[in-house]
């Protein structure tokens, strides 16, 4: 039994005459009295009793026209729901960061996100600065997390107000953790792991001024996971930032914040100008209206 046959039959009920509900359904009445035929016959029961000037319902009528009501206002609320949710998205939205402090927002975002899009899936990837902006570049990661400044010609970016501070990875029994804070002249005495790719005009090495060209450089690292491993074994000392050692056993690495205090912030960051699948799409709107200031 079709729904159209259903409105059809029901038009024909309340409007109690035949040419009423053709007008009303817009067909014509020979039309409407030959689908109702052929739902009584399909049926195998006679719905109306047929007078000179109306008709009416059978006992079986009246049992179909409370059935096609109940069937017909849950088809027109599933119609409206759908509508109301037009694109049911799938898909997966690719987001690569480094081990920020600015990573404790994604948690959130990726939730909320999901309560309305449970489809949606995200691929979550680590890796330096150099290789997340490579990724968003060659198209096969969507989202990258940056420390800022970020380059707004070639990508849009949400600053996140989560904090981004570098300080000094040591073991906890060395002299540098007796000290509050550690000044470049502190670290200058001490054996170094220090980022790769680090150049002399990075805010890292501006801030060590005089002290840079004197520094006991023993390796230089593109992830702290690995720095912290080379400070857990008394190797040397690394500079970090803050959000790669929250969730560290404090008895075997802890850190100092450096004097003066060296900060920036992250950034969620996308290229300009890409183009996107609809989930992505979606993503990103989440983004700007949860992270955007008012």
Known sequence: MEVRFLRYFLAIAQEENISKAAERLHITQPTLSRQIAQMEQELVVKLFDRGARKVTLTGEGLLLRRRAEEILELVDKTEQELVQHPVILEGTVSICCGDLGGVEVL???IRSFREKHPLVRFELYTATAEHVKERMDRGVTDVGLLLEPVN??????IPIKIPEEWVAALPPDSPL???EALTPEDLQKVPLILPQRMTAESRLARWFGDVYGHLQVVATSNLPSTSLLMVYHRLACALII?????????QKVTYRPLSPPLRTVSALVWKRGQPFSPAVEAFLQHVRDTLSPL
Do not use: T
């Open 107 to 109: 948690p959130e975002l």
């Open 152 to 157: 707004m010609e070639k990508y849009e970016a």
């Open 177 to 179: 953790a007796e000290k």
């Open 242 to 250: 803050r959000g790669s050692v929250v969730l560290w056993d404090a």
